[in-house]
């Protein structure tokens, strides 16, 4: 079956440092790839996506590119916040967009410091 | 802008008592899932439909039960609350189709705590 492995937390940084978050996949064929981020107390907002290989997804400064050759989707920024202090959780969506929804790796959680 | 809109955002539940979490979308999606969120453990699947009259199990089904009378509507049953069932419940919903890029979009959570 699908699964979704990403490098644990927390991650603390101070502000202005490069970040990465490591995601790897498991999956038959051509899967879409997300990146959810969970602000304290609210639900999750898509972050950012790709649907093929080689695709790079990017908004509000985060980029991720489809690495189908090492099944990743790592989530950078090279300049991060203290407002980017959130849970970010990396997802797939089977080839075929099936009904059965998102499989989730289990979230990272980033901490910016001033 | 409503989305998807879950009802209750808190409730505490006595074990044994039972609750619906109520959920609707207005964007006249098919699809609609609801999941649950234990900590350091990401989200896990409860239940899904992909439209009115239809409803599957997804992982962790045990302890719910869901309906979808309608479109709009995708309300999940808790029988017999048990602490176990202490999470953060998701509702989502996403267009019908074969396009896997189809982005699926979350309600804003329900915090239920059984004691």
Redesign the interface.
């Known amino acids: 079956g699908n699964s979704?492995t990403q490098m644990e937390g927390p991650v603390t940084l101070s502000e202005e440092a490069f970040l990465t978050i490591n995601c790897t996949y498991t999956a038959t064929g051509?899967?879409?790839l997300?990146w959810?981020v969970q602000y304290p107390g609210?639900?999750?907002?898509?972050l950012l996506?790709a649907?093929k290989a080689d695709d790079k997804g990017s908004n509000k400064g985060f980029e991720a590119t489809y690495r189908k050759e090492t099944t990743s989707f790592h989530l950078e920024k090279g300049s991060v916040q203290v407002s980017d202090s959130a849970v970010y959780?990396c997802a797939l969506?089977?080839?075929?967009?099936?009904?059965?929804?998102?499989t989730?790796?289990?979230?990272t959680h980033l901490i910016i410091q001033p | 802008n409503a989305g998807v809109t879950q009802t209750p955002k808190f409730r505490i539940l006595k074990i044994g008592q039972s609750m619906t979490l109520q959920c609707t979308q207005d964007m006249n999606h098919n699809?609609m899932?609801w999941?649950r969120q234990d900590p350091?453990?990401?989200?896990k699947?409860i239940y899904?439909s992909?439209g009115a009259g239809i409803t599957?199990k997804?992982e962790v089904p045990n302890g719910y039960n869901v309906s979808r009378s309608t479109t709009e509507d995708f309300p999940l049953r808790l029988e017999l609350a048990a602490p176990s069932q202490t999470s953060v419940y998701?509702c989502?919903s996403?267009r019908t189709?074969?396009?896997?890029?189809?982005?699926?979009?979350?309600?804003?959570?329900s915090w239920l705590t059984v004691v």
């Open positions: 979704v051509y899967p879409s997300f959810y609210e639900g999750l907002q898509l996506k649907t959780f969506r089977g080839e075929g967009g099936g009904a059965d929804g998102l989730f790796g289990k979230g | 699809y899932y999941y350091g453990m990401g989200l699947l899904y992909v599957d997804g998701f989502a996403s189709g074969t396009a896997s890029g189809n982005t699926i979009y979350f309600g804003e959570g």
